[in-house]
Nanobody, 124 residues
């Protein structure tokens, strides 16, 4: 069983930066791909970014490309999402997820474990 715990959310103004962290339990963290998703009120959960098992391949939604950076530290069993130039439309609950595969995916239904989420609110 894998447990994921997100942290780092908060309230900030547009144009600001925030770094989310997601700590995972389990010895096989480094074998699996990880992703970040978000869900705004009244909307479906959507893909934000993903990273493969080694960190050598990353993938971003068009809406965050060039502003967000996903990274991982396998020694610390942690995945990060650095968010820069934040916009009000980035406001959502952000979730990290683990996929029991070496390769990442943008599909919500291809991830096996999810964190509880952390709220990010960007004011204009």
């Amino acid at each position: 069983q894998v447990q994921l715990v997100e942290s780092g959310g908060g309230l900030l103004q547009a144009g600001g930066s925030l770094r989310l962290s997601c700590a995972a339990s389990g010895r096989t963290f480094s074998n699996y791909a990880l992703g970040w998703f978000r869900q705004a009120p009244g909307k479906e959960r959507e893909f934000v970014a993903a990273i493969n098992w080694s960190g050598g391949s990353t993938y971003y939604a068009d809406s965050v490309k060039g502003r967000f950076t996903i990274s991982r530290d396998n020694a610390k069993n942690t995945v990060y999402l650095q968010m820069n130039s934040l916009k009000p439309e980035d406001t959502a609950v952000y979730y990290c997820a683990l996929r029991k595969s070496y390769s990442s995916s943008y599909r919500v239904d291809e991830y096996d474990y999810w964190g509880q989420g952390t709220q990010v609110t960007v004011s204009s």
